[in-house]
């Protein structure tokens, strides 16, 4: 990647994974899908509406396979070398890291704190450091919390720097017990860590049942009038490094901040809160990186900011233009095989074209990326251009473009010119601080429509990661064993859905902005398979109406009697089809090491996802297109795992699945999500018990012929997959399918089988 007369040697690599083989199946199964729907076309006119039904199903089902094929074509990941940055270590450029929260309830303090320590304690020069915690929920108790961690980092931080520590937050460190061989000096220092811990963990949670503390002094005195959704601007420097030589012993800086909010501004959720995030710390430290996590995200490899450096750091060297660096999202709870698989094929897939999609977490960015400068704007050696110096540093534009802060203007300024220029004195900085965070600061500029966090989506990730690939740039893909960054996933149920619902809701938004990928790969710099691999993750949720419609024509066929499938030899493009898909996903999942059941849970709840949660997003973005009502950002609730670390402190997910006595047991409640599954469910038993026992009507003369074993096979094949609705049947408690949800399903199956019956 590097210049050959280059005098340091490439500081990463850009490793090609195509597989010819795998290539060749993708084409097989897109030959399949065709010669369905060729046969389809071809007997159209021997068979009722039901086959024309099939074919438009099967028709959105080979555009989204042509899609998946285009984007998973040439991964790729790139791959840091370390050993060759130590050369370097007088050039690290600083690095800003920002963690947001929310709601103290749905995301515990203690949860937050521990992933801000772990990045407090990464192997990086702490003098080049800072971490900047947003509280959109404006919460004492997560101000207090911190507070204390910032007390328990002073001994933390060089404890993990003195043993090397791999993983760096708490919680998940302390789960193993002491093994007794170790040095003593260790011993002493270890069983010191987990008292102090302890006593951190108690103070939060006493803080959480009584308030005593906010009579603890002025600094808690601007909390004392607050209300979530109803406070002026708080900004505190935690900690200061004033020291700021890079020694192990020293704790980077820590400030927390928390946007005004009032009823009648809209606030756009977690994008604005990271625009805040970007204007506070580019006028405190002015980083020309920054790095962004989820509070449940905890850094999980302490050399995750070197590695990330290796690409910018070369990336400052050529023409690759690089704009963020992105990790996989991997965790150490259950219930998130699905996306480690998506995200290690899909997401290289990204990688091998013009880069990854920021997934919202574990990613680097590049300040001046975010104040939307494109690749036009460059020299060949990464200045700005004469023209883009006249456009964009003219105090005019900048005022209009950025706010009315000089002092932000200033900072901006200097990180366009890639000049950092932080402050001596972090406090010098909160009166500009408190004024760019108002909420009528960005009134009239550029911040979120082209600077910053893209608003008008609930993916915010998403959207601004199309932008910033449609002005030119590329992103890159690492991910490392062990892996970066760890978190948690929602259990499998309400949480889960809802989660979903807002991810589909969130990307099918993005359609109807001016980032359409459609749009972007012809008046944009977007490539064209990048713009059809967005194009994939964007109509997620299109893609439930003709996955409802499948999974209940099965049923419809056996009750109507009339054919869905092909016959005779024909039929072999049904089994086979269905057979190679199959084996191609549990390959993806088995390569991964992960169990056979754990492939059969994902398939089944992606079947569940789409034909539940995915399917509400579509009224959602509807009610909003007619001005009905704004799509809402609803923060998951999060929870920390007491499951203990295996050797290498590794993901729980390479664990058995066995291990916990609920993992696999689906949770329901009262919620429409579980109406479209409970209605499939006894749609298609009602259909196997009418075939079972020789409830057909009688055979009309559809070619000859009606509905046989094949069709009843799909309906078994389609309770296989709703098998967490059919133990739910007959489960109690959370467990178990909510008598008002079965209510309504039965009376929707009644309809449906007379219906099918009469029709």
């Known amino acids: 990647m590097a210049d050959s007369t280059s005098l340091f040697s490439p500081l990463c690599e850009k490793i090609s994974y195509t ?91 203690i949860l937050v704190v521990n992933t801000v320590l772990s990045l407090l304690a990464v ?31 002073k001994i ?34 270890w069983e010191m860590m987990k008292r102090e811990y302890e006593e951190l963990v108690q103070k939060v949670e006493d803080a959480t049942e009584d308030s005593y503390w906010l009579d603890g002094g002025d600094d808690f005195q601007a909390f004392s009038t607050t209300k979530q959704n109803d406070h002026s601007t708080i900004v505190k420097v935690i900690w200061e490094n004033e020291e700021g030589v890079g020694d192990e012993q020293e704790v980077p800086h820590f400030v927390y901040i928390s946007r005004e909010k009032k009823s009648n501004c809209l606030h756009h959720y977690k994008a604005g809160a990271m625009n805040f995030l970007v204007r506070v710390s580019g006028l405190m430290t002015n980083a020309p990186y920054m790095l962004n996590v989820d509070c449940d995200m905890y850094a999980n490899e302490a050399d995750v900011v070197r590695q990330a450096m290796c690409i910018f750091m070369e990336g400052s060297m050529n023409a690759d233009h690089c704009a963020f660096v992105q990790f996989p999202q991997k965790f150490y709870d259950s219930n998130c095989d699905e996306v480690v698989v998506l995200q290690s094929y899909v997401g290289r897939g990204f990688a091998g074209i013009q880069g990854p999609v920021y997934a919202g977490s574990g990613c680097f960015h590049t300040r001046r990326v975010m104040y939307g400068l494109s690749v036009d704007d460059l020299e060949d ?68 429509k082209s600077v910053g966090w893209l608003y008008d989506s609930t993916t915010e990730d998403a959207h601004t990661s199309i932008g910033i690939h449609s002005r030119g740039w590329t992103s890159s893909y690492i991910s490392p064993e062990p892996p970066a960054f760890l978190g948690c996933m929602p259990p499998g149920g309400p949480e889960a859905m809802l989660q979903q619902r807002r991810w589909a809701t969130g990307l099918l938004e993005i359609l109807f902005t001016k980032q359409n ?12 398979r990048q713009s059809l691999a967005y194009l994939y993750l964007f109509t997620w949720a299109l893609r439930s109406v003709p996955e409802l419609f499948y999974c209940l024509l099965p049923a419809y066929c056996v009750l109507h009697n009339s054919p ?51 399917l509400f997003s579509i009224p959602d973005i509807i009610l909003k297109l007619l001005g009905v009502s704004n799509t809402i950002f609803i923060v998951t ?64 003369s559809y070619g000859g012929s009606g509905s046989s074993l094949i069709e009843a096979c799909g309906c078994i094949l389609v309770v296989v997959l709703f098998l967490p609705f059919l133990i739910g049947l007959f489960e109690k408690g959370k467990y178990g399918i909510p008598l008002s949800t079965l209510s309504k399903a039965a009376f929707l199956a009644v309809l449906f089988v007379v219906f099918s019956v009469r029709n």
């Open 381 to 448: 050696d990464g200045n700005l251009s004469s023209s883009a110096k006249r456009k964009l540093l003219a105090e005019e534009s900048l005022e209009r473009d950025f706010g009315k802060s000089k002092e932000m203007v200033k900072s901006m300024v200097d990180a366009l010119q890639r000049k950092s220029n932080p402050q001596d004195t972090l406090k010098n900085s909160l009166e500009a601080a408190q004024d760019v965070g108002h909420c009528h600061y960005e009134y009239k500029t550029r911040w979120g």
């Open 517 to 528: 990928p459609l749009i972007g790969s012809f008046c944009k710099k977007i490539r064209f």
């Open 156 to 189: 933390w931080v060089p404890f993990c720097k003195k043993y090397n520590v791999r993983v760096r937050a708490p919680f998940r460190y302390f789960l193993n017990s002491l093994d007794a061989t170790e040095d003593s000096e260790f011993s002493r220092d």
């Open 564 to 614: 869905l499938f092909p016959k005779g030899v024909c039929l072999g493009i049904i089994v086979t089809l269905v057979g190679m898909h199959c084996l191609y996903t549990l390959w993806e999942f088995m390569s991964l090491g992960f169990s056979v059941n754990s492939w059969y849970a994902s398939q089944s709840f992606w079947r569940i996802k789409t034909t539940g949660s995915w």
């Open 19 to 109: 597989s010819y083989f795998l290539r060749a199946v993708d084409l097989t199964i897109f030959g399949l899908l065709f010669s369905l729907l060729f046969y389809r076309i071809q007997h159209m006119s021997q068979n009722d509406t039901v086959w024309f039904v099939a074919f438009l199903c099967e028709c959105c089902f080979t555009f989204i396979w042509l899609l998946i094929t285009c984007t998973k074509w040439s991964p790729a990941q790139h791959k840091p070398y370390l050993d060759r940055l130590d050369e370097r270590v007088h050039d690290f450029p600083s690095v800003d890291m920002f963690v947001t929260t929310a709601d103290p309830v749905r995301e515990p303090p």
């Open 123 to 153: 192997n990086y020069p702490a003098n080049k450091l800072a971490c900047y915690v947003s509280d959109d929920g404006c919460s004492p108790l997560t101000y207090f919390s911190l507070k204390e961690a910032s007390n328990f980092a």
């Open 637 to 700: 609730k999060k929870t920390i795992s007491k499951t203990k670390l295996e050797s290498g402190d590794g993901p729980s997910q390479q664990e058995d699945d066995g291990s916990n006595l609920d993992s696999g047991k689906f949770e329901f409640d009262g919620s429409l999500y579980f109406l479209p599954g409970s209605f499939i469910l006894l749609v298609n038993l009602t259909a196997i018990a009418g075939f079972s026992i020789g409830l057909q009507r009688s055979s009309r």
